[in-house]
């Protein structure tokens, strides 16, 4: 069974940094997508960093572009999101993900349906 376990977030003030973590168990596929995705509070949940692991190709969105970077510790089976220059609009629930057959979550092309429980992020401005 796929686990997700998010850590990492917290309170910080705009223009800080934060690190999340995401521990990973239970995959069995040896290429696929790993994400990150946020939900603010009235929003729907949007995807921001992926990472594939086959191709380690990285992808963002453009509010995130050259702030955050995503990376994989393949031996630690942890997924990381580096986080700089905080802006107040970055806070939200931030949780990881990774494909599944019958995910409902297109992002990148990929298909998201195993989901961590998320962690808080809350920037003050």
């Known amino acids: 069974q796929v686990q997700l376990v998010e850590s990492g977030g917290g309170s910080v003030q705009a223009g800080g940094s934060l690190r999340l973590s995401c521990a990973a168990s239970?995959?069995?596929?040896?290429?696929?997508?790993l994400g990150w995705f946020r939900q603010a509070p009235g929003k729907g949940r949007e995807g921001i960093a992926t990472?594939?692991?086959?191709?380690?190709?990285?992808s963002y969105v453009d509010a995130v572009k050259g702030r955050f970077t995503i990376s994989q510790d393949n031996a630690k089976n942890t997924l990381y999101l580096r986080m700089n220059s905080l802006k107040f609009e970055d806070t939200a629930m931030y949780y990881c993900?990774?494909?599944?057959?019958?995910?409902?979550?297109?992002?990148?092309?990929?298909?998201?349906?195993?989901w961590g429980q998320g962690t808080q992020v809350t920037v003050s401005s």
């Open positions: 993900a990774t494909e599944s057959q019958d995910g409902t979550m297109w992002a990148w092309g990929c298909r998201f349906g195993y």
């Open positions: 239970g995959y069995t596929r040896s290429s696929y997508c």
């Open positions: 990472i594939h692991t086959g191709r380690q190709k990285t």
